[in-house]
């Protein structure tokens, strides 16, 4: 996971702060009998990046240690209360444990709205943690006490939309951190069937090619589909030194439980499968069909 900047949580050190990376839910797999250690060099070639949206800090927001972003999905409404979406180890009570999944947990984080420029224009409040885990996924879905509309008239900045599709490998892409104020530019390398640090494993995680070398601090921030200019996933780790497996040092681990090291390359985790958990009034409900996030 990319530390906190805060130097708080371990773990923050996934592409958040810290670097230290969630893994996936269910038991860990086991370490195979067979590894290598693949270069920095990305494994397929990226494709142009669509010159379609453009990509700046609007609706970016920045945390105490981490970065994230004002989001909607298709189905939000305008007086809906607004979500703010970053990385379960990005939590301010610690990340959660392994299993942990955390719902409707009372909150008053803030957080730091940023317009196109990447300039301060409001302080937003949570009222509450909506969504939180490190299973399976690393993510964060903070309730806010202002509605989009809310924001949008306010501030005059819009929320950035989820996509529902599964990015394509290849595709262009921009990693934008609130905290730093920084766009990273660079493609979708490929993705990893498993993602194991420390104790942590995600799946299907989004493996970037080596343009986006994201830092602490990094964290939580939106990672956007530059020919749609939506939100295809989560900025959350990175393997900052070429450990295997550790913290700050996540590996590969295919189907066959082969495991790849990849010094240098750093890794989001999908957000599509969201829309499909959030209901009427923005409400997050685990039980709806096609729901397939981690359950409490």
């Not at 306010?154 to 490998?169: C, G, Y």
């Not at 970037?208 to 295809?232: E, F, H, M, W």
Request: proline share 7%.
């Amino acid at each position: 996971m990319k530390k906190p900047l805060a130097g708080a949580l371990l773990a923050l050190a996934l592409l958040g702060l810290g670097s230290a990376p969630a893994e996936a839910a269910g038991p860990r797999p086991p370490a195979p009998p067979a590894a290598t250690t693949a270069s920095t060099t990305p494994t397929a070639p990226a494709a142009a990046a669509a010159p379609a949206a453009a990509v700046d800090f609007a609706g970016t927001v920045a945390l105490s240690n981490c970065s994230g972003s004002v989001v909607r999905l298709p189905q939000s409404r305008p007086d809906d209360r607004a979500l703010v979406l970053s990385n379960g180890h990005c939590l301010e009570s610690g990340m959660p444990g392994p299993g942990v999944v955390v719902v409707n947990r009372p909150s008053t984080r803030s957080f730091s709205l940023l317009n196109a420029a990447g300039t301060r224009v409001a302080t937003l409040r949570a009222g509450r943690i909506a969504y939180a885990t490190m299973t399976d996924t690393d993510l964060a879905l903070y309730e806010l006490t202002s509605t989009y509309r809310q924001i949008e008239d306010r501030h005059r900045v819009r929320a950035l939309e989820l996509d529902t599709v599964r990015p394509a490998q290849g595709a262009g892409i921009a990693v934008v951190s609130g905290y730093w104020k920084r766009v990273y530019t660079c493609a979708v390398d490929g993705f990893a069937h498993r993602l194991q640090e420390g104790d942590w494993t995600w799946k299907d995680s989004v493996r970037y090619t080596a343009a986006c070398d994201t830092v602490g601090g990094t964290s939580g921030s939106p990672v956007i589909d530059t020919a749609t200019g939506k939100v295809v996933a989560v900025n959350n780790t990175g393997n900052e030194s070429g450990g295997r497996c550790t913290l700050n040092n996540p590996c590969e681990v295919d189907a066959n439980g082969t495991v790849t090291v990849r010094r240098g390359i750093n890794y989001a985790q999908q957000t599509y499968t969201v829309a499909a958990c959030v209901g009427t009034g923005n409400a997050v409900d685990l039980g709806r069909p096609g729901c397939a996030l981690p359950k409490p």
